[in-house]
């Protein structure tokens, strides 16, 4: 079993919609990370969070440290969101596990 | 400011040719890394550098090794290439290891025949 799973793998919408990506992890951490990776290849960094909630424009990152788990939340998606998302989890030392992605597609 | 650079952005190596991957950063960040992302799997770690000066092994160092030149250059080497490290080699930095968001290069698809 991987330490990072993503859930769903795939997941496609229509524009406008309230989108979820789960992560859940199996370790200690001290630091969860949410990635954008282009269809191009290039990746972001998103957000960085060890507690609570963090929010950038459309984004919402939350994390749940008792339950070992964060979502990632993108209001009124559009096109252009239509990417890959990352969950990676730093554990002791800052070493960065990664998830598998979750392969997004929006339609408009 | 250019972030992360790295050179060349495709490669074609044959079983047992040798070459080095060149990455640099104007961030001015202590920690940069050397990941590889192959299909159906995460990125992995390959080797990181805390500092200038220092270099340690990641989850799959095997068959590859590391200099960082100076606070802005990490260069990865691979001695003897083998069809197993066809693969995409990214480049990433941060600020301190202990914290911090990390910085991607825009990668490397090498292919080994």
């Known amino acids: 079993k991987n330490e990072v799973e993503q859930s769903p793998q795939n997941l496609t919408a229509q524009e406008g919609e309230f989108i979820t990506i789960n992560c859940s992890y199996s370790?200690?951490?001290?630091?969860l990370h949410w990635l954008q990776q282009h269809p191009g290849g290039g990746i972001v960094s998103l957000f960085m969070l060890s507690s609570g909630k963090k929010k950038h424009g459309r984004l919402i990152a939350t994390i749940n440290i008792q339950e070992k788990h964060s979502s990632l939340h993108i209001t009124a998606s559009h096109p252009r969101d239509s990417a890959v998302y990352i969950c990676?989890?730093?554990?002791?030392?800052?070493?960065?596990?990664f998830g598998e992605g979750t392969q997004l597609t929006v339609n408009p | 400011n250019a972030g992360v650079t790295q050179t060349p952005k495709f490669q074609v190596l044959k079983t047992g040719q040798s070459m080095t991957l060149q990455c640099a950063q104007d961030?001015?960040?202590?920690?940069m890394y050397w990941y590889r992302q192959d299909p159906g799997m995460g990125l992995r770690l390959i080797y990181y550098s805390a500092s200038e000066g220092t270099t340690d092994k990641g989850e799959v160092p095997n068959g590859y090794n590391v200099s960082r030149l100076n606070k802005r250059e990490f260069s990865l080497r691979l001695e003897s290439a083998a069809p197993s490290q066809t693969s995409v080699y990214f480049c990433?930095?941060?600020?301190?290891?202990?914290?911090?968001?990390?910085?991607f290069g825009p990668g490397t698809r090498l292919t080994v025949t």
């Open positions: 961030m001015n960040h202590n920690s």
């Open positions: 990433a930095s941060s600020e301190n290891r202990a914290t911090g968001e990390q910085y």
């Open positions: 990676a989890v730093e554990t002791s030392g800052s070493r960065l596990t």
């Open positions: 370790v200690g951490i001290s630091a």
